[in-house]
């Protein structure tokens, strides 16, 4: 069995591959997580709470100064020799100071 990871691909069209049977093809994107107040004033040190609906354990980090958190590399889809897998849903909350919010 072997796996392709591709991070990020611009203009791969897999549907048209030659995908041996047992070999999958995962495709990965970065998310950029901003935290923001009720004025857009992102929040420094809030808890993001990330999971997926597949391929990927949930974590838990904080914000940067910026109200930032920069998750790279998760698998979006992966594609074997029958198609195309359903794209992996990311699931998001984050809070602080006793408000929170979430999204999928």
């Known amino acids: 069995m072997s796996t392709l990871h591709l991070h990020q691909p611009v203009d791969v069209d897999l549907s048209i591959a030659t995908i041996a049977s047992g070999a999958s093809v995962d495709v990965a994107w970065d998310i950029t997580v901003w935290v923001v107040n009720g004025v857009n004033n992102g929040i420094p040190n809030a808890n993001v709470n990330t999971s997926f609906t597949a391929f990927e354990p949930s974590l838990q ?31 998001l909350a984050c809070g602080y100071d006793s408000v929170s919010n979430s999204t999928s």
């Open 61 to 91: 980090e904080k914000t940067n100064d910026l109200g930032y958190v920069y998750l790279q590399d998760f698998i979006g889809q992966r594609w074997s020799n029958t198609g195309a897998s359903s794209h992996n849903v990311v699931d």
